[in-house]
């Protein structure tokens, strides 16, 4: 399997349904952590559910419809970055991510959602790449921050997450915007 070095003993390659146990166990040590703002952990309770959920991303990289990437630190997975959503015809995709408590403060998302956002415009002529955001997620409003998106605004109570309504904020980057701040190396 391909892996993309992001330095610092840091790799990003993909997330395939045949790594249920690992991501399980993954899911298990960052569980209350992640789950702070990603439904994720709640989604994944099992090995059953983490292999069908590793499954159904599977089928949208088939599909061209997603992809979904692990971050490994000196092997070990430690938290992943995924498109939910990939419409090429339309050249939009939202990007998200998680990581482990013990994992972050390193730059890991930040590196790793650089490499794929380079790749979804470069690559797939993608215009227009999403972040949804909790306003109450400050590490991953950061890292919109860090690459260059700009907030457009705020979906009011549109999220129930666990009980509670939550706003979600918008975030993007135009691949314009991308472009420049990202000059191809020569």
């Not at 789950?35 to 089928?59: E, F, T």
């Not at 991510?97 to 415009?121: F, H, M, N, Q, S």
């Given at each position: 399997m391909?892996?993309?070095?992001?330095?610092d003993?840091?790799?990003?390659?993909?997330?395939e349904?045949?790594?249920?146990e690992?991501?399980?166990a993954?899911m298990?040590?960052?569980?209350?952590?992640i789950?702070?703002?990603?439904g994720l952990?709640?989604v994944?309770?099992d090995?059953?559910?983490?292999?069908?959920?590793?499954?159904?991303?599977?089928?949208?990289?088939?599909?061209d419809?997603g992809?979904?990437?692990?971050?490994r630190?000196d092997?070990?997975l430690?938290g992943?970055i995924?498109?939910?959503?990939?419409?090429?015809?339309?050249?939009?995709?939202?990007?998200?991510?998680?990581?482990?408590p013990?994992?972050t403060g390193r730059?890991l998302?930040?590196?790793?959602?650089?490499?794929?956002?380079d790749?979804?415009?470069r690559?797939r002529?993608?215009?227009?790449?999403?972040?949804?955001?909790?306003?109450?997620?400050?590490?991953?409003?950061?890292?919109?921050k860090?690459?260059?998106m700009?907030l457009?605004?705020?979906?009011?109570?549109?999220?129930l997450?666990?009980?509670v309504?939550q706003d979600t904020?918008?975030w993007?980057?135009?691949?314009p915007?991308?472009?420049?701040?990202?000059?191809?190396?020569?």
């Amino acid at each position: 399997m391909f892996a993309i070095p992001l330095g610092d003993g840091a790799e990003l390659q993909p997330l395939e349904p045949w790594q249920a146990e690992e991501f399980l166990a993954h899911m298990d040590r960052g569980r209350a952590y992640i789950g702070q703002h990603v439904g994720l952990p709640d989604v994944v309770p099992d090995l059953d559910s983490a292999r069908n959920w590793l499954r159904k991303h599977a089928d949208k990289t088939a599909a061209d419809t997603g992809r979904i990437y692990g971050i490994r630190l000196d092997g070990l997975l430690v938290g992943g970055i995924l498109l939910p959503a990939f419409d090429a015809a339309a050249g939009t995709c939202e990007a998200g991510c998680w990581l482990e408590p013990d994992a972050t403060g390193r730059g890991l998302i930040t590196r790793a959602l650089r490499v794929i956002i380079d790749w979804a415009v470069r690559e797939r002529g993608m215009h227009r790449v999403e972040w949804l955001v909790s306003p109450e997620n400050t590490p991953s409003i950061n890292v919109a921050k860090r690459l260059g998106m700009t907030l457009e605004g705020v979906q009011r109570q549109n999220d129930l997450y666990r009980g509670v309504r939550q706003d979600t904020e918008i975030w993007s980057v135009l691949a314009p915007e991308w472009l420049s701040a990202h000059p191809a190396k020569p």
